[in-house]
């Protein structure tokens, strides 16, 4: 599975939108991109995965770059209960294969 | 259908006793894995199992620790002989056979803790 990077923290105005950077220069054609976020002590959340189409749903939007060597996840109106470690994950779809959780970026919504 | 269920939250051994913590994967989520997370750190994955099989293990230190998803009944991780370092939160996954690899389900986690 391709190497992701993230940055390691980042901050947001409670009501602004949060954007969320993901690099992954190699990822490969097959490989999809997933966002999980985990709230302190609690166990990691899906958000959303794309594979190339940027993608919406009810918590988030993915925008993927052209190339897929990078995409931004963007949370609309961030709220306080947002605050979080976001992690970007890339992975395929082979079995066998597994979730593979990176530093992820933590997101502190403030008010 | 309720979520992953891992029990116990909370669980306190003393250095040399057994820890045994359960997951009980999501109806009709035949794929689990077990990560762990030490404090202030990140998430490690541990083993994965399908029933009745261990499909990787790498993840797994090779002394002390055993998993085993059964035919029936829930996935089992056994930590025997714990000591202070196995402190940490244990969370379990699971997803469908029709999921994408990626799509899976997290308990809220079993919080060990050694003394």
């Known amino acids: 599975d391709a190497k992701t990077t993230q940055p390691p923290s980042m901050d947001c105005a409670e009501g602004r939108a949060a954007n969320l950077p993901c690099n992954h220069s190699t990822i490969s054609g097959n490989e999809y991109v997933y966002w999980y976020r985990q709230i302190h002590s609690q166990g990691p959340q899906y958000i959303i995965h794309g594979l190339k189409n940027n993608e919406t749903n009810e918590m988030a939007s993915l925008i993927i770059t052209e190339d897929r060597k990078s995409s931004t996840l963007i949370l609309p109106h961030a709220t306080l209960r947002d605050t979080a470690v976001y992690y970007c994950?890339?992975?395929?779809?082979?079995?066998?294969?597994?979730?593979?959780f990176g530093g992820g970026t933590r997101l502190m919504v403030k008010p | 259908n309720a979520g992953v269920m891992q029990n116990p939250r909370h669980l306190v051994r003393r250095r040399g006793q057994e820890a045994r913590l359960r997951c009980s994967p999501m109806?009709?989520?035949?794929?689990v894995y077990w990560y762990r997370q030490l404090p202030e750190e990140g998430l490690k994955f541990m083993v994965y199992?399908?029933?009745?099989?261990?499909?990787?293990e790498s993840g797994m230190p090779k002394e002390r620790f055993s998993a085993e998803f059964p035919k029936e009944g829930p996935s089992i991780l056994r930590i025997q002989q714990v000591v202070r370092g196995d402190s940490a939160a244990y969370f379990c996954?699971?997803?469908?056979?029709?999921?994408?690899?990626?799509?899976?389900?997290f308990g809220q986690g079993t919080r060990l803790t050694v003394v």
């Open positions: 996954a699971s997803r469908q056979t029709d999921n994408r690899v990626g799509e899976a389900f």
């Open positions: 109806k009709g989520h035949s794929h």
């Open positions: 994950i890339a992975i395929g779809n082979n079995a066998g294969n597994m979730l593979t």
């Open positions: 199992l399908q029933k009745e099989n261990i499909i990787d």
